[in-house]
């Protein structure tokens, strides 16, 4: 969005009902302040400048001047028309927030450092996506097996040790550090991939790369818990998940470069280059992204870490990721030696059944602030299954439908599953403890795409193995419904006593 600011400019007739609600101070989209003679400044929003005025003309009628600016990072555009309409179109005191806003009113800061975390993500999905999406394409150049293509992923998986010493890290020297010195390691170290001269090279390079790119995303998505209010957490890990999407689409889109030199070509080479284009964003975090205001606070460094709530989330992130890995990292292969698709054609199924998926990921994040998580657990995990499940036994556009039900699904269910991870852990070992359960579903993801490929080389089909894995993911949703506490509506500090309470800024 342009940095300069933007006026809204309507009129009503004197005595009408909408001139006479103008003369209240709003609250809304924010919190308005009555300066006196007809001026209203904010007083608490998201807004770096904010002014309304208004003016009474000597027919009587009434003039109101809006006279904003919003700074969103990288994604003000995408937010420039909704606002506007939404200051535009004044709502009733005590109504919702509108759907594509978070249900509480976010300040400044957090707006900025919503949308920088944001930024972060996109580019550590980027990075965790890359080596799934091209390790087909490298196979093939390489000649690589079904099974030999599964350990690679599998050792790629591995090297998610490589990111827990980021996250111990993260508790000591805070988040703003640790991320920014990711964001700029994740792109370069990635980029390596790009002149690996063998395929184990390439694993090699991406054990290191993608591993960055994890604790880049488990970070912010830390620093965004600590920094959002209490009644939007999970809508801030839709936010973060919807530009993760961006990322990913960004490495799906690239897959039609692997298609330059054709079959056992190596353009997918130039996919690994493109990671470069995510240093900007590096540059942007390391001018503007602040300290978390729970880490500024003082807090008790690495207390003992809860070994219930571990045990039990990293369970659920065991179980589940038996059949998220394996369903992700083999659908391209699935598609191409299954249903016949080029790398351009992969793209286009990937980003045309994922890419919608992210109206689940708002509704979801929404849902599960305003309801609570559970029930979207247990309602939404089942059914993405069942449909990412079937979308491995047919073709066409019953596979297209499934793939499309099952991300939708499991977008719903997702920001409900994941904010846990960082709500019920304190400031002083919740980078810690995402570390370790992002450990466990890695090595969980590795063990599931090593059955898979082991069985798949061995004549069994896709759907079957998919199938088996999506056990896992169905207990998983069961042990999340019975066993996690409903954690909407309460702040940080009261799910963990032993943090202290933090002011707002």
Do not use: K
């Not at 698709?341 to 045309?352: D, E, N, Q, W």
């Not at 995402?434 to 080389?457: K, P, Q, Y």
């Not at 079957?464 to 506490?485: D, E, F, S, T």
């Amino acid at each position: 969005m342009p940095r300069r600011h933007s006026t809204i400019q309507q009129s009503w007739p004197a005595g009408s009902a909408q001139a006479a609600i103008a003369g209240t101070p709003r609250s809304d989209v924010l919190d308005e302040e009555h300066d006196g003679d007809g001026r209203f400044s904010q007083e608490r929003g998201p807004f770096r400048h904010y002014q309304r005025r208004l003016e009474h003309a000597a027919d009587g009628t009434v003039t109101e001047t809006i006279t904003y600016r919003l700074e969103i990072p990288w994604f003000g555009r995408l937010f420039f028309l909704p606002m506007r309409r939404a200051l535009r179109h004044r709502r009733p005191e005590g109504a919702a927030s509108p759907w594509w806003a978070p249900p509480d009113r976010l300040s400044e800061r957090q707006v900025v450092t919503l949308a920088l975390l944001a930024a972060a993500s996109a580019a550590a999905t980027f990075a965790n996506t890359l080596f799934t999406q091209t390790a087909n394409f490298a196979a093939e150049s390489f000649g690589i097996t079904n099974s030999g293509q599964s350990v690679g992923g599998a050792v790629v998986r591995l090297g998610v040790v490589i990111a827990l010493p980021f996250a111990i890290v993260a508790d000591r020297i805070g988040r703003r550090r640790t991320i920014v010195l990711l964001s700029w390691l994740t792109p370069v170290v990635c980029s390596l991939g790009a002149v690996a001269p063998s395929f184990w090279l390439l694993v090699a390079t991406q054990s290191v790369g993608r591993p960055l790119g994890i604790a880049l995303a488990l970070l912010a998505g830390v620093a965004a818990a600590e920094d959002m209010p209490r009644n939007s957490r999970a809508y801030a890990v839709s936010v973060l998940a919807m530009a993760a999407g961006l990322g990913a689409g960004v490495a799906v889109g690239a897959l039609r470069l692997a298609d330059i030199g054709g079959e056992g070509g190596e353009g997918w080479r130039l996919v690994y280059l493109i990671s470069l284009v995510w240093l900007p964003i590096a540059v942007s975090l390391s001018r503007r992204l602040m300290e978390t205001r729970r880490f500024e606070t003082v807090h008790p460094i690495s207390p003992h870490l809860n070994r219930r709530r571990l045990w039990l989330i990293a369970v659920v992130a065991l179980t589940a990721n038996l059949f998220v890995a394996p369903a992700s990292f083999f659908q391209n292969r699935y598609l191409e030696d299954v249903r016949g698709y080029s790398g351009g054609g992969t793209a286009l199924f990937t980003l045309a059944t994922g890419t919608p998926a992210s109206l689940g990921l708002i509704l979801g994040g929404r849902l599960a602030d305003v309801v609570g998580r559970r029930r979207l657990i247990i309602i939404f995990t089942p059914l993405s299954t069942a449909c990412l499940v079937g979308a491995y036994f047919t073709g066409g556009a019953a596979m297209w439908l499934m793939a499309l039900g099952g991300g939708f699904g499991g977008a719903m269910a997702y920001p409900a599953l994941a904010v846990y991870r960082t709500e019920l852990f304190p400031t002083g070992n919740r980078g810690t403890a995402n570390g370790l359960v992002t450990a466990t579903a890695l090595l969980s993801g590795s063990l599931g795409i090593l059955l898979v490929g082991f069985m798949r080389d061995r004549g069994h089909s896709f759907g079957v193995l998919i199938a088996a894995m999506g056990l896992g993911q169905l207990i998983a949703a069961l042990i999340a419904y019975r066993y996690y506490p409903e954690t909407a509506h309460l702040e940080l500090e009261q799910l963990n006593p032993g943090d202290p309470a933090v002011t707002e800024r």
